[in-house]
């Protein structure tokens, strides 16, 4: 075979071609995988997602607080007592109590004051932010002090009576 008739095969010039560009598709694919793997979320993100909660360790008038997306979460388990007083008190960001809970002797709230991002301390009126005295009540709601919002709902879920699913 002489090196003319390779040049005048269009047969084995398309076959050439079509090996050329598959070649070069999956080497342009191989090289940016890292790219866009990269793009996934981490494991540490996809673990913070969510975070379920057994609520059979939290007494009546309990509160348990726990981490999601790295902010802390106060669950409290009220007394009836706190129930009936939630529909009593006046807020400077009113909001039904029937609003914020999905079952009445449990509140769920993240618990970062809205004014400044501190912690706030639970007390027996509620929470109190230390820094600039801002005060929430048994639903989250502020009731004196300069924040601006009342504690922040997180999305969450009962998955049955007893447990919870924040995220």
Request: proline fraction near 7%.
């Amino acid at each position: 075979m002489s090196g003319s008739d390779s040049i005048d095969n269009p047969q084995r010039r398309n076959f050439l071609g079509a090996v050329t560009t598959v070649m070069g598709v999956g080497g342009a694919a191989a090289a940016s995988w890292p790219l866009i793997n990269s793009m996934n979320p981490s494991g540490d993100v996809l673990s913070n997602a969510t975070t379920e909660v057994d609520l059979t360790h939290i007494p009546v008038g309990g509160v348990h607080t726990v981490a999601w997306q790295g902010k802390p979460v106060f669950i409290l388990h009220r007394t009836e007592e706190e129930i009936n007083k939630m529909k009593e008190l006046s807020q400077i960001q009113p909001e039904a109590d029937e609003k914020r809970v999905q079952d009445p002797k449990w509140l769920v709230v993240v618990g970062i004051c809205t004014h400044l991002g501190c912690v706030p301390n639970l007390n027996e009126g509620g929470w109190v932010c230390a820094c600039h005295g801002s005060q929430y009540d048994h639903s989250g709601r502020v009731t004196q002090g300069p924040a601006p919002k009342n504690l922040e709902v997180p999305p969450y879920k009962f998955v049955s009576a007893d447990k919870i699913v924040i995220g």
